[in-house]
């Protein structure tokens, strides 16, 4: 199978550019501290009943007016004598399609491998950005049930040319919180970056290395970065 004919290739670069590839990851570090310095996002707590766009519906589970992205509904478990207690209820996220989480990379004579990392925004993170996927969107995003912009650098994604999927696989989201959900891990590799159309301030390059180094950072680095390099 061609994707992995293709993963096989792309584990002899990522070999061949071990003697090249940066290693620190200060300037990446820097480049956050810099971004979080720029931008504006603030986050706080509130009152589900406050939350725009969202009510409970007869049952008392919360959707979206829009009837997508994910709900929150109650699970009744037996677990047997397998867990800490035989049987539970709790609520849970659920959601009837899951998403893509995509890595982009390239190779320069320079730097060899690298992969593009986003320096994303969540209202959960702990030091407000988080080095992310270049893609981590569900498909409600990329269908823009919210009505705002098309989620950045999915055109990469659709592109006829100028890019080879090195691997593309399900995995399943972490089950203690979301209902049988599974989103497409994705490591994409560029022939050509005149695919990508976005913007590209809130992205930055990084070595396999330098992210090895990050995932030992408190707090920088998202996991499902860690999940879709796996395979390499």
């Not at 996927?133 to 994604?157: F, Y």
């Amino acid at each position: 199978m061609a994707e992995r004919t293709h993963l096989d290739w792309f584990r002899e670069r990522l070999a061949a550019s071990r003697a090249i590839e940066p290693r620190d990851p200060a300037p990446i570090l820097a480049w956050r501290e810099a971004q979080r310095n720029r931008i504006r996002f603030k986050a706080d707590l509130i009152g589900l009943d406050e939350v725009r766009g969202w009510s409970r519906d007869e049952n008392g589970n919360v959707r979206h007016k829009s009837g997508q992205f994910f709900a929150v509904e109650g699970v009744r478990v037996e677990s047997g004598d397998l867990r800490e207690v035989s049987s539970w209820d709790q609520p849970i996220y659920t959601q009837p399609e899951g998403g893509i989480l995509a890595l982009l990379a390239r190779e320069t004579p320079v730097n060899g491998v690298q992969f593009l990392l986003n320096g994303k925004p969540e209202p959960g993170n702990i030091g407000v950005i988080q080095f992310s996927p270049t893609i981590q969107s569900t498909w409600s995003n990329i269908r823009r049930a919210h009505a705002g912009k098309r989620p950045p650098m999915v055109e990469v994604l659709t592109a006829e040319a100028g890019v080879r999927i090195v691997y593309r696989a399900e995995h399943n989201e972490e089950g203690g919180r979301f209902w049988r959900k599974s989103n497409e891990n994705i490591i994409a590799f560029l022939d050509d970056e005149r695919v990508i159309e976005t913007d590209m301030t809130m992205f930055c390059w990084a070595s396999l290395r330098q992210i090895k180094e990050l995932a030992l950072m408190d707090n920088v680095l998202s996991p499902f970065v860690k999940t879709i390099l796996l395979p390499l």
